[in-house]
T-cell receptor, first 111, second 117 residues
Framework: QKEVEQDPGPLSVPEGAIVSLNCTYSNSAFQYFMWYRQYSRKGPELLMYTYSSGNKEDGRFTAQVDKSSKYISLFIRDSQPSDSATYLCAMDHGANSKLTFGKGITLSVRP | GAVVSQHPSRVICKSGTSVKIECRSLDFQATTMFWYRQFPKQSLMLMATSNEGSKATYEQGVEKDKFLINHASLTLSTLTVTSAHPEDSSFYIC?????????????FGQGTRLTVV
């Protein structure tokens, strides 16, 4: 079993839809959880960062962490064509440790 | 967020030559930087952890003599691909965390696309 599993894609939704992206993990030592957005041929851009169970909201994005179920989610409200990108979940054991990434899911938002 | 700058963004080199990629933390100090490699439509694969003032730690299967890493200061790490071959063609990305923020969020450079011909 891989340490981090991410829902496979690709995912295509109409503009304005609510998008739900999910990852599960097996290592209970993971403490920090991040979501990155990566456009083609660019480096990953940090979207959300959380370290405790619960929800964290930033504009149209909400990150959810459930440590008891080892499950994290990223919700995108009112999706826009500019949200079309690959989304990667990432997590690690503690500050300054290496990240373990999910495989990534490619999202396409149709106008 | 903190800014990580990577240079060059794209490089084409001949087989057998060496290529140096720079990773700079522009507005923060980073005692540790991470180097990743990414193949098309795949996730990031950690190659090595670069530590300021000491030797890098390489992941299993990564040739340390081929991928030379130097972290000479708190804001600069370099990756040198020595005697490059076409199979080394890939997207290389560095990452760093801000000491002042407690090394929490990881920020990435814009990546370097290496093509070996």
């Amino acid at each position: 079993q891989k340490e981090v599993e991410q829902d496979p894609g690709p995912l295509s939704v109409p503009e304005g839809a609510i998008v739900s992206l999910n990852c599960t993990y097996s290592n209970s030592a993971f403490q920090y959880f991040m979501w990155y957005r990566q456009y083609s041929r660019k480096g990953p851009e940090l979207l959300m960062y959380t370290y405790s169970s619960g929800n964290k909201e930033d504009g149209r994005f909400t990150a959810q962490v459930d440590k008891s179920s080892k499950y994290i989610s990223l919700f995108i409200r009112d999706s826009q064509p500019s949200d079309s990108a690959t989304y990667l979940c990432a997590m690690d054991h503690g500050a300054n440790s290496k990240l373990t990434f999910g495989k990534g899911i490619t999202l396409s938002v149709r106008p | 967020g903190a800014v990580v700058s990577q240079h060059p963004s794209r490089v084409i080199c001949k087989s057998g030559t060496s290529v140096k990629i720079e990773c700079r933390s522009l507005d923060f100090q980073a005692t540790t930087m991470f180097w990743y490699r990414q193949f098309p439509k795949q996730s990031l694969m950690l190659m090595a952890t670069s530590n300021e003032g000491s030797k890098a730690t390489y992941e299993q299967g990564v040739e340390k003599d081929k991928f030379l890493i130097n972290h000479a200061s708190l804001t600069l790490s370099t990756l040198t691909v020595t005697s490059a071959h076409p199979e080394d063609s890939s997207f290389y990305i560095c990452s760093a965390r801000d000491r002042a923020r407690g090394y929490t969020e990881a920020f990435f450079g814009q990546g370097t696309r290496l093509t070996v011909v």
